[in-house]
């Protein structure tokens, strides 16, 4: 009995094995933690999938890759309304990022998240994955590179590639241009003079400002809006009363929304913040770190909930 169920199990191990073989090796040129060139070959679709980032997370799971999936981790914000049920479905291996033994015990294929999990205090470098046989992939957004609309784009087209899920892509790819599109004709109609500040609340009290180096600072551009910093970087009150914004996004997480809250009510209580044009003419609002920062599926959410807040 023992005889017949070992082999049972040997042919269905190889069963997954065989029908997630690909007709051929693929070859997908992603990075490394320190942006060299990795050149990942795939020669079976991934069948034990780990996420380390709510985008990541989401743009598989809109991709149909639930099965695929053994964990996840990090989620800025909770996940799309139409994405939780699959979320549910999912092991959360921790709530931030995962420890490299968390990882090394679930025996994953592929590891699919932002630059900074391959830091070295978190998972370490991507090449010790690879040394191991796990393959990596880097949602290009989240790296030092520069940031662009197309890079969702790519990130979509890659992962359709390695899942055999082309067309899936294709269609999210079709829908964002086609929402881009009809939304570059409104912005074509404005008056691009509208200037913004997109402020989010960091530990200590520091407060950062996305300057047009990064992927909020580019939506701003899309939706014919202008950045107040060019550069991202550390702003204090003084710094930001100078640059006198008429509108301001402060961009949260979930886990520092009361924060978040307490920074937006500053603009109208602190004695040197309430002196901007944005204060007076009360254009502030909040939107969420997934819709924003790396933020896959959820760009064209983002686009119109930071429109909505500047020119509604």
């Not at 290009?140 to 940031?147: A, E, K, N, V």
Request: aromatic share 8%; glycine share 6%.
């Amino acid at each position: 009995m023992l005889n017949t169920a070992l082999y049972i199990l040997g042919a269905a191990v190889l069963a997954i094995v065989f029908s997630s073989a690909l007709p051929q090796p693929l070859t997908i040129h992603n990075y490394n933690y320190d942006l060299s060139d990795n050149v990942e070959i795939f020669n079976n679709i991934p069948q034990r999938v780990i996420t380390t980032n709510g985008s990541a997370t989401e743009t598989l799971l809109a991709l149909g890759l639930e099965k695929n999936m053994i964990g996840t981790a990090y989620l800025d914000n909770p996940p799309m309304e139409e994405l939780q049920a699959a979320y549910d479905r999912i092991p959360v291996i921790s709530r931030m990022y995962p420890g490299k033994e968390q990882v090394l015990a679930l025996e994953p294929d592929l590891i699919v998240g932002w630059h900074s999990v391959f830091a070295p205090q978190n998972l370490g470098d991507t090449s010790y994955w690879n040394r191991l046989g796990v393959a990596t992939f880097i949602l290009r957004d989240s790296s030092p590179l520069p940031s662009r609309i197309s890079n969702v784009y790519d990130d979509l087209r890659d992962l359709g590639l390695i899942f055999q899920v082309e067309e899936r892509a294709a269609s999210f790819i079709n829908d964002i241009d086609s929402e881009l599109q009809a939304m570059a004709e409104l912005t074509g109609a404005r008056d691009k003079s509208l200037r913004v500040l997109i402020l989010e609340n960091m530990s200590g009290g520091r407060m950062r400002a996305w300057g047009d180096d990064s992927t909020p600072g580019q939506m701003l551009i899309t939706i014919g809006a202008v950045n107040v910093f060019s550069r991202t970087g550390d702003q204090n009150r003084e710094s930001i009363v100078a640059a006198n914004p008429d509108a301001v996004i402060i961009i949260y997480m979930d886990s520092v929304l009361e924060e978040s809250e307490l920074l937006l009510n500053s603009f109208f209580t602190d004695p040197i913040l309430k002196y901007t044009q944005a204060s007076k003419d009360r254009r502030i609002g909040l939107v969420p770190l997934s819709e924003t920062y790396c933020p896959g599926v959820r760009i064209i959410d983002g686009l119109k909930h930071m429109s909505n807040i500047l020119f509604a």
